[in-house]
């Protein structure tokens, strides 16, 4: 393995793609990357039983125009599985500013996920069990951070986003059916899209995969003037046993949303036994508006739904209620507890706007 570490630059120049990828190729099961500035040009790909571990002043570089993913499973250009990939450390810099995305308008002619598009995502684990990605930093991706999709046991946590807000779509970790039993844990930065967005429908351009989404822990979000903590959306698969737990900071739209943006048509759209639970969150300064802290979209269909220990302190004005529910959606049981909010700019809106139908309502204080 040595004389492999030997053909790595590590200065920020010269390309290290060919000796980084010689090294995930190697029968080694853990590589050590040390402190230095990777140039990377095509998407790494990583094999079972891998584990890659940064230094934490190693930057791995995405090249000037080399408009592709940085790191991906093996398996998903076949559409296998890969199993047991770790990934930790270090600092992931997109370079959205010399990567070039296809136009939004070519991406939405196309009517199904085509594999050669470059929709811009900067990593994609596509078919893994038992993936783990934490203690990293990204940076200036061109679209998501990453896109997890088809996996079963998964955790990413101890995630800093940095961001220079200069393309649409900056998702940060974005997850796609079929998605189950995982722990989405302490993630930080303001990013200019869904913060954590579990999706089980996409739109067919860029949905590479479909299916339920299950069992999932969500578990500390911080931002400063973010876009939403987490978009939970439905369309045609069911989303089921999901925990969404302490939730701080502020954003420009919102906290928790129960969505569907009608992907696919005349799907059924159905979220049962969501638990959010601790919600400390306000809106944006600049951006107060009227977007509610806790949203169901027109259309949604629920089981179960519990939201507890919601405490709003706002300091901008806004109309914004804090839980919204829409015309046209119909909730079996919700449940509301320790719900509170105070507001010291402006008349507090109410707390809770009901425009659609809920059949059992559980209100209490504690």
């Known amino acids: 393995m040595d004389h492999l ?29 040390p402190n230095g500035t990777y140039l990377i040009s095509r998407p790494l790909q990583v094999h079972d039983n891998t584990c890659l571990c940064l230094a934490s002043g190693a930057v791995m570089h995405l090249a000037d125009g ?59 684990f596509v078919g893994v069990e038992d993936l783990h990605i934490h203690d990293l930093t990204i940076r200036n991706p061109e679209s998501y951070a990453m896109l997890i999709s088809n996996i079963d046991r998964f955790t990413v946590k101890h995630i800093t986003f940095d961001y220079n ?7 940060g970790v974005h997850v796609q059916g079929t998605a189950r039993n995982g722990r989405i ?13 579990l999706n089980c429908d996409d739109v067919y351009a860029s949905e590479i995969t479909r299916g339920n989404i299950e069992n999932v822990v969500i578990d500390g979000l911080f931002s400063d003037n973010g876009y939403t903590a987490v978009r939970l959306l439905s369309c045609g698969s069911a989303m089921k046993n999901i925990a969404v737990r302490n939730v701080f900071g502020t954003y420009r739209y919102y906290g928790v949303s129960f969505t569907h943006h009608n992907v696919h048509p005349g799907e059924p759209i159905w979220f049962d036994n969501i638990l959010v639970d601790g ?33 709003r302190l706002e ?31 402006c008349a507090p809106p ?3 706007v009901n425009n659609g139908t809920v059949k059992t309502l559980i209100a209490s204080e504690t």
């Open 315 to 345: 300091e901008t004005v806004t109309a914004a209620p804090t839980i919204q529910i829409d015309e046209d959606v119909a909730i079996d049981r919700l449940r509301i507890q320790n719900a509170v909010q105070t507001f010291t700019a």
């Open 165 to 171: 807000m200069l393309r649409p779509n900056m998702d």
């Open 5 to 33: 570490y030997s053909r790595l630059y590590g200065d920020g120049l010269h390309d290290d793609t060919s000796a980084f990828q010689a090294l995930l190729d190697a029968s080694d099961r853990s590589i050590m990357i």
């Open 66 to 124: 080399a408009n592709c993913a940085i790191i991906e499973n093996d398996a998903l250009p076949r559409r296998g599985t890969n199993k047991n990939i770790e990934i930790h450390g270090g600092i992931w810099d997109g370079n959205n500013q010399n990567q070039v995305r296809r136009s939004r308008e070519s991406r939405f002619a196309l009517t199904q996920y085509e594999e050669d598009y470059y929709y811009g995502i900067f990593m994609r």
């Open 185 to 197: 844990i302490d993630i930080k930065g303001a990013t200019n899209d869904d913060l954590v967005a």
């Open 279 to 311: 919600v400390f969150a306000s809106k944006a300064a600049a951006n107060g508006g009227e977007r509610p802290i806790i949203w169901f979209a027109k259309g949604i269909s629920c089981g179960t739904i519990s939201l507890s220990n919601i405490h």
């Open 350 to 352: 109410p707390l809770l």
